[in-house]
């Protein structure tokens, strides 16, 4: 069960990191990036937790806690 939920947390953090790099892409972000020399803050923010998620699951499919095994 362990690792399904990591699965799903790895996808949902796959999804993240696509939105915050498509984000990244955008005009706002174009803009921003003119003025300040870095992307938006919610791409930033997409892609920091996209990654952490991502982190989260491998962990989770890889190494599966080692709880009671009934």
């Not at 993240?16 to 005009?27: F, M, R």
């Not at 930033?44 to 009671?68: E, K, T």
């Amino acid at each position: 069960m362990n690792r399904i939920a990591g699965i799903a947390v790895l996808v949902v953090g796959l999804v993240l990191v696509l939105w915050g790099l498509n984000a990244s892409d955008s005009l706002g972000s174009g803009i921003s990036r003119i003025f300040t020399g870095a992307p938006t803050q919610k791409a930033i923010w997409l892609m920091i937790g996209g990654g952490l998620l991502v982190a989260a699951g491998l962990g989770s499919i890889f190494y599966p806690s080692r709880g009671n095994p009934t």
